[in-house]
């Protein structure tokens, strides 16, 4: 709306990978603000000693307990998963918006969340990836588990990613639960040899993390029928610039939500 005043934002992460284009689409937003940043590595320090132009002169800090001392709208987290649970509920402790771009929530996780969220009467998008045709992977996939009944997910990632599966193959797998659960040809506990071959069951559906080089961040799925199958692939490339232009619209989007909202697709008409 003209005439309001810029969302406060604070960024968790913001030296990261992710982060650091973050710093610059928010400076160069004008209905944006950036008041408070943390990163540990470069904490004590300001962000336009360690990032170029136009890195504001902002002083980084080493939490975000220490960062929320600066009254912000909207926190952005690009950290751990051994951190971000923390950071979400902190943030939500004190009435702020969240946006997570963070990977490795359990569904326990997500669960203590959105109670929290709903109690304090506030938004929290978490979002498994941000770029726009892993959106629509997810919806058409979605629209094919209503007509095909047996599939499989597939997620690559780098080889250093930690956690398996990745965030963009459990939010899809939880959704495509609200649809059905996938039928299985052989029963798991039935198999012979290692069952771990069969990957890992989330949210009903069988899950194969793959970590390699040569791969950024892709998630597959494959439905199968009688003498038919269906693919459908996403690929990320090396470029922050998906993720970015995500997450600067659901920074803008989350103050309408109550509660916690997981993928984009939450606030695009799709």
Known sequence: MSGSPPLRVCLAGATGWVGRALVAAIESATDLELVAAVARSAAGRRLDEVLPP?????????????????PCDVLVDYTSPAAVRGHVLAAIGR?????????GL???DFAAIDAAASTKRVGVLAVGNFALTAVLLEKFAAMAARHVESWEIIDYGIPHKPDAPGS????LAARLANVRTPTLGHPLEKTHGAREARGATVSGTQVHSLRLPGFVSSIEILFGLPDERLSIRHDSGSGAGPYVAGTLLAVRKVSALTGLHRGLDAILDL
Do not use: F, K, M
């Open 95 to 103: 009435g702020t918006h969240v946006v997570v771009g963070t990977s």
């Open 168 to 171: 963009t193959a459990r939010q």
């Open 106 to 108: 359990s569904d326990e």
């Open 54 to 70: 136009p890195a504001p002169p902002l002083r980084i800090s080493a939490t975000l307990e220490e960062a929320l001392g600066t």
